[in-house]
């Protein structure tokens, strides 16, 4: 079972034990967001070994974004995180050194204010995460015969690699901080617009388990944090509004595409195909009001193997998705509806040497691993169908499960070197989803 089901299956249990802090009306507000802010990250044993040799240390600060999904039943606060967190790269030769890393949290606290439009939360954050760190060239060659002939740019190291599949995730990580948000009222809508504060720190609490070739990179997940954000709330009481509501899906999807045109480059040049169909797990938030439906969705699809007797290598696209639409037919607990979405992906695709050095050899005999990226417009039409299961006698939350269909079309500028790859960009996919709605 992959780390990010068994998160959102604790999201599960623990949104059931819910209903133990619910009185006799039940106060629900659930909302969905993104946000971004900054934190400090000093890289210690990295940079000690660089003082050592007489250059400046890494900056010590990295930047964050992310999506969010909160839902609060009388004071008791549940809610997911997914964000990315990126350092401020550096300069060493002619060679650009950086990091960035994405967690994925489970956030449980607590209202320290009664039901009304200002909010003070306290919450502690567990999950799991993934890490990328690499020296690059500054100017990287985006032919891809060239780079085919020659990968060996630099060095890449990544921990939980995700461009292997989000099934990677791992490595317990914590957060705890406090959040200030005021809903403001969007006139004529029941939802509001929810704007938002955080503050706290987050850290790795077991020691050395973000080891990468003889260097402890736990900092990296560390830090004081500051973050700011905006989205779209449920304030009142759902007494009122029982037709309206924002859920959260884990989804998995079958996408009818293969990266043919690669593969013909790869095997031309002495390595070995990528093989199969990639894997697919994502995030779908969706709201609905009165049949009006909107929110977000992310898909990781990831494609891996061996590329050669020293090397492997890994095809990453992650897309981000504004959507909106209608539920179309409502019966029961059944629902079907159309959805369409706007918004962004990229493609990466990573040769590395599975024999690297430790440090500091490796710092001074660097040349190992490189990738080549870009990235684009994505846009999706989409039917669904879903069915509502009520987890409690008091309907506290509703367990969702959901079978969509579309048709992802990439717009020009998907390509790697020469080749396009508009055509393993853009295909039709089946998406599975199950989730929890309030």
Request: proline share 3%; charged share 20%; hydrophobic share 35%.
């Amino acid at each position: 079972m992959s780390t990010l089901v068994r998160i959102f299956l604790t999201t599960l249990f623990v949104g059931c034990l819910g209903s133990s802090f619910s009185q006799e009306l039940i106060n629900k507000r659930p909302t969905f967001y993104a946000y971004s802010g900054f934190s400090g990250a000093n890289l210690t044993q990295f940079n000690q070994m660089l003082n050592e040799r007489g250059l400046s240390s890494l900056r010590n600060r990295y930047s964050s974004i992310g999506l969010g999904y909160q839902t609060r039943i009388n004071d008791f606060v549940l809610g997911f995180d997914l964000g990315q967190h990126t350092g401020k790269a550096s300069q060493l030769d002619d060679m650009r050194i950086r990091y960035r890393t994405t967690r994925a949290l489970l956030n449980i606290g607590y209202s320290m204010t009664e039901e009304g439009r200002f909010q003070l939360i306290h919450y502690l954050g567990l999950g799991f995460g993934f890490m990328n760190f690499q020296m690059l060239p500054e100017e990287q060659d985006r032919n891809l015969e060239l780079f085919l002939l020659d990968s060996q740019q630099g060095f890449i190291l990544r921990k939980n690699d995700i461009h292997q599949g989000t099934s990677q995730f791992g490595n317990f990580l914590t957060e705890i901080g406090f959040q200030l948000s005021y809903d403001f009222p969007i006139p004529g809508r029941k939802e509001a617009l929810q704007v938002m504060a955080r503050g706290g720190y987050s850290f790795s609490p077991i020691e050395n388990s973000w080891n990468m070739n003889g260097i402890a990179f736990d900092n990296a997940q560390s830090g004081a944090f500051i973050r700011v954000g905006a989205g779209i709330s449920l304030p009142e009481r759902n007494f009122f509004y029982k037709d309206a509501t924002i859920g959260i899906s884990l989804v998995r999807g079958v996408h009818n595409t293969k990266p043919d045109a690669l593969n013909g480059y790869l095997e031309s040049f002495g390595y070995q195909p990528l093989e199969g169909k990639p894997s697919n797990w994502g995030l779908r938030i969706l709201g609905d009001t009165e049949g009006l439906l909107y929110g977000v969705d992310v898909f990781n699809l990831a494609m891996s193997g061996q590329a050669s007797n020293f090397q492997e290598h890994s095809l990453n696209s992650v897309r981000v998705y504004a959507n909106g639409g209608f539920k179309l037919i409502q019966f029961e607990n059944f629902a079907l509806g159309a959805l369409g979405g706007l918004g962004y992906g990229n493609l990466r695709y990573t040769l590395s040497d599975v024999n690297k050095p430790d440090f500091p050899e490796l710092l001074e005999d660097r040349y190992f691993d490189g990738y080549l990226r870009s990235s684009g417009v994505m846009i999706k039409p989409e039917v669904f169908l879903e069915y509502g299961l009520p987890l409690t006698k008091r309907k506290l939350f509703d367990l969702v499960f959901s079978a969509s269909a579309g048709y992802e079309l990439a717009f020009p500028g998907y390509s790697l070197g020469e080749i396009s790859m508009n055509q393993y960009m853009s295909g039709s996919y089946l998406l599975f989803g199950i989730g929890v709605r309030p």
